[in-house]
């Protein structure tokens, strides 16, 4: 309620304004302004991943969707299995850490998956990385992961769905999966692979036009 009687309401991405618009009477006073990601700090590194890396950049709950990652890792060929690893973030200390830990232990996959203690530093993991995944199970209102990666010249894939959609629609829709689809993940999935070197080019540019931190805050000042 407090919300609503705001002079102006800045939405941080179309598929949260139009998930609440119907909320105000006065649809001028709404605003789309994405999040930007700072394109200094996220910038590409000359190195390259020592090995092919799977990183989901999230913290460990019930719905950004781990859990779905190494089922769908160990449904994967075995050429895929053998070549990468998947890197996550995680004390083992909450009750869902705990549960993905059982899960790897489960699927036999312990020496597949290297686990990094929580840093503020999320750049050193993201470049370590040769492809990032988001793969939350509800619509995220923007996933800054997106952006995040594709600053850092990485190749991304994530679900069809709420702001992670709205960015990859406009920069490639295979990028794109059904979140509770193996099949569609597996055809994303490859797809990245096979076009990485040309999506890896594109990723910084689009960044900068469509998410800096410096746009979305020329933006903000606008609508002040």
Not at 24 to 40: A, C, H, M, Q, S
Not at 144 to 172: C, M, Y
Not at 213 to 221: A, E, F, G, I, Y
Request: charged share 30%; glycine share 4%.
């Amino acid at each position: 309620s407090f919300i609503l009687r705001g002079d102006a309401i800045i939405f941080n991405s179309n598929f949260v304004k139009k998930t609440y618009e119907n909320k105000f009477e006065d649809k001028n006073k709404l605003y789309v302004i994405p999040r930007g990601v700072d394109t200094d700090y996220f910038s590409p590194s000359k190195e390259k991943p020592v090995s092919k890396n799977i990183f989901i950049p999230s913290r460990i709950s019930n719905w950004k969707g781990h859990e779905l990652l190494l089922n769908y890792f160990s449904l994967l060929e075995r050429k895929y299995k053998d070549n990468f690893n998947i890197h996550l973030v995680s004390l083992n200390k909450s009750k869902e850490e705990k549960k993905i830990q059982l899960l790897i232990n489960k699927l036999n996959i312990s020496k597949k998956v290297i686990i990094h203690k929580p840093t503020l530093d999320v750049k050193k993991l993201y470049k370590k990385a040769y492809l990032v995944v988001n793969i939350s199970k509800r619509p995220e209102g923007f996933g800054r992961t997106i952006s995040e990666a594709l600053s850092l010249s990485k190749v991304i894939i994530a679900p069809n769905q709420g702001g992670t959609k709205e960015q990859l629609l406009k920069f490639n829709k295979n990028l794109l999966f059904d979140v509770n689809s193996f099949k569609s993940f597996q055809k994303t999935f490859k797809y990245a692979l096979k076009n990485y070197e040309a999506i890896s080019k594109r990723g910084r540019s689009f960044v900068k036009k469509n998410y800096s931190s410096d746009l979305m805050c020329r933006k903000t000042l606008g609508v002040y």
